[in-house]
């Protein structure tokens, strides 16, 4: 049975794993977090990861997945100011080798910023235990923090394929665009996932690839919204390349032409930063609308369907907590196909039938 250590857990990656039946121990320091997963029947092993570098007595969870998603505001903003910084700190650890001595690597985040040195306790991780399998996941501008472990890890003996993934390609209905490191150690090559469904060309929205299923709409996963494109990107605060605000670029859409509503719907306010109290009602055809386009909201429930997520899935905490899970999750459909590309042989993969799109 492949068991699998997931490094700054929350949900995501658990969903995928339990479809699969791989046993997931889980480290998770936010409380909601945790409270989600208990109800989902994952296993937290425990709470904060440095307790599994640097504690007196560490939890011992023999694994041979490796998976990591570690915090990414402090690179957020990397090439301008403190971003640039905080990646020039980390790309310094890693010449440095920091990460054969967490002491040392905690120490760092000490001086700088305790984000900073988290990006690395992957790598740490993978120094002392030495899993077959290893995913690693985050915004593009880590990338370049990926592309230096994965010298170190090739000096380790690992084949390792560093790149961007894009969540449309693998039935999310979402552009969401994330820096993805994949190494295996069992003499087979890295590569990413094969693509299920086409690319979103944003310049050319008729565009589809060759081969593979359309990508899949907001309007397909909910029933309304953008019915000629996938979502924005759902964040956790701030930006899509590492912030989280809950489907924040949503309203600049309302007033495009492909923005239909196939039905009514109500939606509630998820973030007060998105505009003022209320809601906004519509009726089919958008005869009849109240409010502002900008006070447009998603519920929670829409969100994590927008991320993939089963409809039965329950976010513990309350509204600002659950969208907070729910932005910095990684889609469990993307999740998936990263897992079968490191688990499953090639011979027993589906292949999506190809169909086509009504106009």
């Not at 041979?64 to 690179?75: G, K, T, V």
């Not at 890693?94 to 790598?123: F, M, S």
């Not at 003499?187 to 008729?206: F, K, N, V």
């Not at 490191?342 to 190809?354: F, H, I, S, T």
């Amino acid at each position: 049975m492949t068991v699998a250590l997931d490094l700054f857990a929350g949900t995501g990656w658990g969903v995928a794993l339990q479809a699969r039946g791989i046993r997931e121990g889980g480290v998770e320091i936010m409380p909601e977090a945790r409270a989600s997963r208990a109800a989902a029947g994952m296993e937290t092993i425990y709470h904060d990861v440095w307790d599994g570098l640097l504690s007196d007595d560490p939890v011992v969870f023999t694994h041979s997945l490796q998976i990591a998603s570690p915090p990414c505001q402090s690179f957020s903003l990397a090439g301008k100011g403190a971003g640039r910084a905080a990646l020039d700190d980390v790309l310094r650890a890693i010449d440095d080798r920091a990460y054969e001595q967490p002491a040392r690597l905690r120490a760092l985040g000490a001086e700088t910023d305790d984000r900073t040195a988290l990006v690395l306790t992957p790598l740490a991780h993978v120094h002392r235990d030495r899993p077959m399998f290893i995913t690693w996941e985050q915004v593009p501008p880590v990338l370049p923090v990926w592309e230096a472990c994965a010298e170190v890890l090739r000096g380790m003996g690992y084949s390792v394929w560093v790149g961007i993934i894009r969540a449309e390609q693998y039935g999310v209905p979402q552009t969401r665009r994330r820096a993805v490191l994949i190494a295996r150690a069992d003499g087979i090559d890295a590569a990413p996932p094969t693509p299920t469904h086409s690319r979103y060309y944003e310049r050319e929205p008729q565009r589809l690839d060759e081969g593979v299923l359309p990508w899949v709409t907001m309007a397909e996963a909910l029933g309304w919204g953008l019915s000629l494109r996938p979502s924005p990107t759902i964040t956790g605060g701030g930006t899509e390349t590492g912030g989280a605000e809950p489907i924040a670029k949503l309203a600049r859409y309302t007033s495009r032409p492909d923005w239909v509503f196939r039905r009514p719907a109500t939606t509630v306010v998820a973030d007060p930063r998105l505009g003022g109290p209320g809601r906004s009602e519509f009726v089919k055809g958008g005869v009849s609308r109240q409010n502002r386009p900008g006070s447009l909201r998603l519920e929670a429930h829409e969100a994590a369907k927008l991320q993939s997520y089963p409809d039965d899935f329950h976010f513990a905490g309350g509204l600002g907590k659950q969208f907070l899970q729910i932005g910095n999750a990684v889609p469990p459909l993307m999740a998936g196909a990263i897992i079968d590309e490191l688990l499953a042989p090639a011979a027993l993969r589906a292949v999506p039938e190809v169909v086509e799109r009504a106009a």
